[in-house]
């Protein structure tokens, strides 16, 4: 949100302006602000991976198999750090 921001504009940017002055915080919480990162960081990577068959048909299992390991991974990370917080 920029600074300055006109709370009293109308539409839908005005609505989010005023839910964001309301509770920055709580407002980037429940919104998922600053989370783009991740998503950023898994298609660089996805992009950069070498598919190493041939056919077109192994290149597709080839790219599922990677996609799914890599949220296997996310989500064993994801459960480690909810145990820690607990």
Not at 20 to 37: A, C, Q
Not at 51 to 78: D, P, S, T
């Amino acid at each position: 949100m920029r600074r300055g921001s006109n709370p009293r504009c109308e539409g839908a940017r005005g609505e989010v302006v005023r839910e964001y002055l309301k509770d920055p915080k709580g407002w980037k919480e429940k919104i998922g602000y600053g989370k783009r990162w991740m998503i950023e960081t898994f298609f660089s990577w996805f992009k950069r991976e070498t598919v190493l068959a041939r056919k077109f048909e192994r290149m597709v299992k080839e790219i599922e198999q990677k996609v799914w390991i890599y949220n296997l991974m996310v989500g064993m990370m994801a459960r480690k750090t909810l145990s820690c917080e607990g």
